[in-house]
C-alpha cells in the first residue's frame, strides 16, 4: 500500500470483530478495578501494573496489526477472534491469583504471540509485509517459547522471563534496523489507531460509572448518592476532555509526525503513552467505588492518593503526548501543572472530609480545569497556534 492510499483510509472504522475482542478487556478492566478497591495499597497497585502491562501490550500489537493487514485479509478478522481465549485466560490468571495460575497467565501470553505470528505469515505469503520474516518470527514465536518455557520455571524467576518476553518485543521496535521499512507506518491508519485507543479509554471510563452504580446498590445511602454523581461528573469531564480535546489534537498531531517521518512519536503515542492513561483512568475507577461504599466515612489516605495520581496522571500522559508530538512545551504546562496540582490539593488536603465530600472537590477541580481548557482553547484559535513537529 502506497503513503497515498494509506492517506486515503485514514478514515477507517474499528471493525466488528475488534469491539467482539474488546469484551474480553471489559473483563480484565473490571478485575483489576476491584482487586485495587479491595486492597489500594501501592503493591496492589504495582502488581496491577507489572500483570497489566502484557494484556495491554498484547491488545496494541492485535491492533496495530489488523490495522495495517485486516482490510486486505479478511482471515486477520478470525484470527482477532481467535486471540480471544489467550486475553481471557490472562484475565483469568490474574483474578485466580498469579502464583498459582501463572502457567495460565503464560499459556495465554503465548497464544496470542502465535495468533500474530499467522496474521504476519499470512501477509507475508500474499507478498503485503514489507519486514524481514526474522523479524516477525523472533517478535512472536521466539518470545512465545520464552514465555511457554517460563511455565517450567519457578517464581520469582518465572517473572523474569516474562519480563525478557516483553523486553525483547519492545526492543525490535525500537531497533528499526535490518529491514524495517518505514512503509509499516505509512500504511497505518491513523483514524482507526486513535479510534481503538479511543474505545479502550471508554472501557475504563464504563468501568468507574459500573463501580459507581453497583457499590451504590449495595450501599443505598445519600452519601453514596453524592459520591456516584460526583463520580460520574469526574468521569464525563474526563471523557469530555479526552474527546473534546486530545483526540483531536493527537490526530492533527500524527498526521504531522507522518509527514515529518517522526515514526517514533507515531510508536510511544499509539502503543506506549496509552498504557498509563489507562492505567491512570483504572486509579480513579477504583477510587470512586472505595468512596461509594462508603461516603459517609473518610476516604482512606490510600483511596485519596489513587484518585489524586490517576486524574494527575491523566493530564500528565496527554502533556506526554503533546511533547511527543512536537507541541510548545509552554502550552502544555498551562494545563498540565494545574492539572496535577488542582486535584492532588483537593484529595489529599480533605482527609478530615466525608468520603463524598472528597470526590465533589475532585469534580469541582476537573470543572475548573475544564474552563481553563476552554480559556486556553479560545486563545489557541484566536492566534492561530498550530501544531509544531
Known amino acids: 500500500m502506497t503513503a497515498e492510499l494509506a492517506q486515503a483510509g485514514e478514515r477507517r472504522a474499528a471493525d466488528w470483530y475488534e469491539l467482539f475482542f474488546d469484551l474480553v478487556f471489559v473483563v480484565v478492566i473490571a478485575i483489576s478495578a476491584d482487586q ?4 489500594p495499597s501501592l503493591g496492589s497497585v504495582l502488581v496491577f501494573v507489572l500483570l497489566f502491562f502484557p494484556l495491554w501490550w498484547a491488545w496494541v500489537n492485535l491492533m496495530v496489526t489488523n490495522n495495517l493487514y485486516g482490510v486486505r485479509f479478511p482471515a486477520i478478522g478470525a484470527l482477532v477472534i481467535a486471540a480471544m481465549p489467550g486475553a481471557a485466560a490472562m484475565a483469568i490468571a490474574v483474578s485466580g491469583g498469579i ?11 503465548a497464544w496470542i504471540r502465535v495468533v500474530l505470528l499467522a496474521m504476519w505469515l499470512i501477509a507475508y505469503a500474499k507478498k503485503a509485509i514489507v519486514v524481514p520474516l526474522w ?3 523472533t517478535y512472536n514465536l521466539g518470545t512465545a517459547a520464552v514465555w511457554l518455557g517460563s511455565i517450567a520455571v519457578p517464581t520469582p524467576y518465572r517473572y523474569v522471563l516474562w519480563a525478557i518476553a516483553v523486553a525483547v518485543e519492545v526492543l525490535l521496535l525500537v531497533v528499526r534496523r535490518g529491514g524495517f521499512s518505514d512503509a509499516v507506518y505509512l500504511d497505518a491508519s491513523i ?5 481503538r485507543v479511543g474505545l479502550f479509554v471508554v472501557i475504563v471510563i464504563g468501568e468507574a460509572v459500573y463501580l459507581s452504580v453497583t457499590e451504590l446498590a449495595r450501599n443505598p445511602t445519600l452519601g453514596g448518592g453524592a459520591a456516584g454523581i460526583a463520580g460520574l461528573l469526574i468521569c464525563a469531564l474526563l471523557a469530555r476532555a479526552f ?3 486530545g483526540v483531536p489534537t493527537t490526530e492533527a498531531g500524527l498526521a504531522s509526525a507522518t509527514r515529518a517521518r517522526s515514526y517514533g512519536a507515531m510508536r510511544d503515542v499509539v502503543m506506549y503513552l496509552p498504557f498509563f492513561l489507562v492505567t491512570a483512568l ?3 475507577a477504583a477510587a470512586i467505588g472505595l468512596a461509594v461504599a462508603d461516603a459517609v466515612a473518610p476516604l482512606s489516605i490510600a483511596g485519596r492518593v489513587l484518585l489524586a495520581c490517576g486524574i494527575g496522571g491523566f493530564y500528565l500522559v496527554n502533556a506526554a503526548v503533546g511533547i511527543r508530538l512536537g507541541r ?3 502550552g502544555i504546562a498551562l494545563l498540565a501543572i494545574p492539572g496535577v496540582l488542582l486535584p492532588a490539593i483537593a484529595c489529599l488536603l480533605s482527609g478530615a472530609l466525608a468520603a463524598w465530600a472528597t470526590v465533589a472537590l475532585a ?6 480545569l475544564d474552563l481553563l481548557s476552554n480559556v486556553l482553547g479560545a486563545h489557541h484559535h484566536a492566534h492561530g497556534d498550530t501544531i509544531s513537529t
Open 36 to 39: 485495587i478497591e479491595v486492597d
Open 135 to 137: 523479524r516477525p518470527l
Open 99 to 109: 502464583q498459582n495460575d501463572g502457567w495460565l497467565y503464560a499459556s495465554g501470553a
Open 282 to 284: 483504572t486509579l480513579i
Open 243 to 245: 474527546f473534546r480535546w
Open 328 to 330: 510548545p512545551l509552554r
Open 363 to 368: 469534580a469541582l477541580a476537573l470543572v475548573l
Open 191 to 195: 483514524s482507526h489507531l486513535l479510534e
